[in-house]
C-alpha cells in the first residue's frame, strides 16, 4: 500500500510516498529556515506564505520521484495537529483538495506520532515501546502501546527541550537554531565548566527547562556586566550536559518503573549527538535496545506522516471533509 504523506506543521514544505509503513520511496522538503534565522526564531505568517507557495510542486516531485501519480496512490496522509495554525491549514486544504478531486482516502497525522513512526522507517522497531519525544514544541515520555496507542507518562511543565536550547543560543548569540548551534559547538567546550540545576518536580517523569533557561541568561548578564569574555563553547556544552542529562535520568526512570526494554527517541532533539550517545550508553548499560532515527527522520520530514498515515489507515482512521488543523493535540486522544 502506498501512501503519500504531506507536513506543514512549522518550517518544512515535505512529502513523500512511502509504501506498507517502512518503505521510503521518495522524500521532498523545502524549507524557510533562512528566512526565519533573520528573526532568531520561525516567524508563522512567513512560514505559511512559504508553504502555499512550495506545495504543490513539492507534491509533485515527491510523486515524481517515485515513479507515481495519483493512480498510484492508496491514502494521502497529512499532519492536522499540533503546530502553527496557519501553517498546518495549508497542509490540511491542500490535502483535502487533492483527496476530493482524486477520490482518494484522506487519513489525519498528529505531528508527534509521525515523528514516532520515523524510528519505523529507519529500522525493525515494533511496539510496544518506551519514546522520548522531544521536538521544538514538545517533551514527552510516552509509552507506545501499539502504533495508534499512546500513554503520556510525562511531560515538561514549561519549555520544550529544544525551545530551551534555541533561547540558550540565542542568548549566547549563537544562530538560529540554537539546539544545532549549540551541538556543533559544545565538543569545543568544557561540558563541566558550569552546573546547571536539575529541578526536583513531585511528578516523577516530569521535564522543567525553565530554571535552566533563566541560570544560563543570569549567568550572561553577569558576565557582561563585568565585562567579561563570555565562554561560549564552555556554557553551550554545560547547558546541553543539563538538559540532556535530564532527559536520560527520567526516561531511565519511566523505562525501569514500567518495565519497558525496548527504548526509542523521536523529534528534532534526537538528533543531539549527546543525547544519542548518553541514552545509548544507559541502554547498553541496562542491557535495553535502543532505536534512533536516522539524522535525516529527527528533523520535520513527510517519510514520517507517511509511515504513521499507514498505521492510522490500517486502524480504520479517516478524515471526513470537514477536517480541520489544530495548533494543539494530545498525542494520546483518539483521531476520530
Ligand atoms: O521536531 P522539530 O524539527 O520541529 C518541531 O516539531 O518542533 O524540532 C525542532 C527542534 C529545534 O528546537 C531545534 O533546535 C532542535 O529540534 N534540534 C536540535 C538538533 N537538531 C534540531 N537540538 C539539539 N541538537 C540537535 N542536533
Ligand atoms: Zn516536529
Not at 520511496?25 to 523545502?30: D, H, Q
Not at 533562512?34 to 509533485?60: C, D, F, M, T
Not at 480504520?316 to 494530545?330: F, H, I, W
Request: hydrophobic share 40%; proline share 5%; aromatic share 6%.
Amino acid at each position: 500500500m502506498r501512501i503519500l504523506g504531506i507536513e506543514s506543521s512549522c518550517d518544512e514544505t515535505a512529502a513523500t510516498v512511502v509504501q506498507d509503513g517502512r518503505q521510503v520511496l521518495s522524500n521532498v522538503i523545502a524549507t524557510s529556515l533562512e528566512e526565519h534565522k533573520l528573526y532568531g526564531g520561525v516567524v508563522p505568517e512567513i512560514a505559511s506564505r512559504r508553504h502555499a507557495e512550495s506545495i504543490s510542486g513539492v507534491v509533485r516531485q515527491a510523486l515524481a520521484d517515485a515513479n507515481c501519480d495519483m493512480s498510484g496512490i492508496d491514502a494521502i496522509a497529512v499532519t492536522y495537529a499540533p503546530g502553527l495554525i496557519g501553517a498546518l491549514l495549508v497542509g490540511v486544504n491542500f490535502a483535502k483538495g487533492l483527496s476530493m478531486a482524486t477520490n482518494t482516502p484522506l487519513v489525519p497525522v498528529h505531528h508527534l506520532r509521525s515523528h514516532v513512526a520515523a524510528n519505523y522507517i529507519t529500522g525493525d522497531l515494533q511496539p510496544p515501546f518506551l519514546c522520548l519525544v522531544v521536538s521544538g514544541g514538545h517533551s514527552h515520555i510516552v509509552a507506545v502501546e501499539d502504533y495508534t496507542t499512546y500513554k503520556v507518562l510525562g511531560k515538561t511543565r514549561d519549555d520544550a527541550a529544544g525551545e530551551a536550547l534555541d533561547k540558550a543560543g540565542r542568548t549566547l548569540g549563537l544562530p538560529y537554531p540554537g539546539g544545532i548551534s549549540i551541538d556543533k559547538i559544545a565538543p569545543t567546550g568544557d561540558e563541566n565548566a558550569f552546573a546547571f540545576p536539575h529541578p526536583r518536580l513531585d511528578t516523577p517523569y516530569d521535564f522543567s527547562f525553565s530554571g535552566l533557561k533563566t541560570a544560563v541568561i543570569n549567568i550572561v548578564h553577569r558576565m557582561e556586566q563585568k565585562g567579561e569574555t563570555l565562554p561560549v563553547a564552555d556554557l553551550a556544552a554545560s547547558f546541553q550536559k543539563g538538559v540532556t542529562d535530564c532527559l536520560v535520568e527520567k526516561l531511565e526512570k519511566a523505562a525501569t518503573d514500567y518495565g519497558y526494554t525496548s527504548i526509542a527517541l523521536a523529534g528534532g532533539v534526537s538528533a543531539n549527538s549527546r543525547l544519542r550517545r548518553e541514552t545509548d550508553r544507559l541502554c547498553r548499560q541496562k542491557g535495553w535496545q535502543l532505536h534512533l532515527p536516522a539524522l535525516k527522520y529527527c528533523g520535520d520530514n513527510g517519510a514520517m506522516v507517511g509511515a504513521q498515515g499507514y498505521y492510522e489507515y490500517v486502524s480504520g482512521v479517516r478524515a471526513q471533509p470537514d477536517l480541520n488543523a489544530y495548533a494543539t493535540m494530545p498525542i494520546d486522544r483518539p483521531t476520530f
